[in-house]
């Protein structure tokens, strides 16, 4: 028989202590280069009481870094080693189910397009915090070289909510520069910064644009 007033342990179902439920939000988000953070391969018990504060990541294409978020009313917070203690996970399941997350989102996400003759620019800004990440995805890099190729596509991911792109015809440098003066100015006005760099999407992969010399 239980005696009144026994303290009874609960088990948390918020997706910060309860993985199933962390499983279904968590979704990546694409942080500044040099962002610092830890892995979370190498977990250690935190000693004195204080838990590590410093977010999950792992490395992203060009530099640039990849951070998890767990969303929730009104605030998000990062992902960090003491998730991952609490949901008895790792680093690869984390980073799966934020993946699988931004790829369900991604899959119904609205893209705009506007063309201008042969300059054809295409972004995504839904401002739910997930645009920039979609260029983690093959299929969305797939897709920007179909919409904008045959050639390279331009990329710019200044802020956490803009991921755009520009077909490249001909190399033409005016269009260039003010596709990255543009991204450089949305950059340095955002909230939320990720890079003020112009990027360049060539066969799958992400790399940084380098304009041919005059």
Known sequence: M???GDPRPETSLAPEHHWPAAALVL???LRPPGTPGIDGRELAVPHGGAMPSRPLIAAGPAGLVVAYV???PGFSVFAGVEHL???AVGPEATHAAAMSNLAAWSSIAPWTAEMSGSRRVMWSASGGGMDAARILLPDVRAHLAAELGPGPVLVGIP???L???AGLPD???EFSGLFA???AERASEAEDPIDSRLFVLADGELSLFSPRPA
Request: hydrophobic share 40%.
């Open 2 to 4: 239980d005696r009144d």
């Open 181 to 183: 003066d543009y991204v």
């Open 27 to 29: 979704h990546p988000v």
């Open 70 to 72: 767990i969303p929730g």
């Open 85 to 87: 203690l609490s949901w």
């Open 159 to 161: 802020e956490r909510d």
């Open 171 to 173: 190399y033409d440098a």
């Open 163 to 165: 991921l755009i792109a």
